[in-house]
């Protein structure tokens, strides 16, 4: 089993769930997700690493499809949960 070394970042991200750095092997991923979106994006953007020349539309089918059927099985984040700070 040859396991990919992926360097995995979260930050606030304003426009996307994650983003994906296919030749530089590390993704990042938005700290204000929910549980499900959460794995959804984990997956898609490692698969984006995986396959850098599949289709967008590709990718989301596919981290969908897998974040279903992990979900199912009851797998969910340990994280704690972090929201963006209000200003005060
Ligand atoms: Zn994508």
Redesign the pocket.
């Known amino acids: 089993m040859a396991i990919r070394r992926i360097k995995i970042k979260h930050r606030p991200l304003r426009d996307w769930w994650?983003y994906?750095y296919p030749e530089e092997n590390r993704i990042e991923i938005s700290t204000n997700l929910s549980d499900s979106q959460y794995l959804d994006t984990l997956i898609?953007?490692i698969?984006?690493v995986l396959y850098p020349n599949a289709a967008?539309t590709t990718?989301?089918d596919q981290?969908s499809t897998i974040r279903h059927y992990v979900w199912r099985a009851g797998y969910r984040s340990g994280r704690p949960l972090r929201k963006p700070r209000k200003k005060q």
């Open positions: 994650g994906a898609h953007e698969l984006h967008e990718i989301a981290a």
